[in-house]
Nanobody
Framework: QVTLVESGGGLVQAGASLRLSCAPS????????IAWFLQAPGKEREFVAA???????YYGDSMEGRFTIVRDWAKNTVDLHRYVLKPEDTARYYC???????????????????WGQGTQVTVSS
């Protein structure tokens, strides 16, 4: 069983920067891939980015260049950065983990067995 705890959401102004953190209960060398998804109001959950245990990063269509996923080794978190927030970034952001040696699509939410509760980000204009 893997638990994931997100933090860093809230009400922020457009133009500000944001860092969301995901604290998984597994070690970085466990083989789990950690990903971030977002779900905007009235829309389906969407893949943002993923970080494999080997350090490879993947981004969803239209997400690369907007978001950056990095690992904080000191805190054992997987962080998602957004540097110039826009109102359309308003969404609930979820952290997810999938088991090692899963060769299926990394962008498919159904391939992730473990999910955090999510953290709400609301961007005001």
């Amino acid at each position: 069983q893997v638990t994931l705890v997100e933090s860093g959401g809230g009400l922020v102004q457009a133009g500000a920067s944001l860092r969301l953190s995901c604290a998984p209960s597994v070690r970085p060398d466990s083989g789990y891939t950690i990903a971030w998804f977002l779900q905007a109001p009235g829309k389906e959950r969407e893949f943002v980015a993923a970080l494999t245990s080997r350090g490879y990063t993947y981004y969803g269509d239209s997400m690369e260049g907007r978001f950056t996923i990095v690992r904080d080794w000191a805190k054992n978190t997987v962080d998602l950065h957004r540097y110039v927030l826009k109102p359309e970034d308003t969404a609930r952001y979820y952290c997810a983990a999938r088991r090692p040696r899963n060769a299926n699509s990394i962008t498919d939410s159904s391939q992730y067995e473990y999910w955090g509760q999510g953290t709400q980000v609301t961007v005001s204009s």
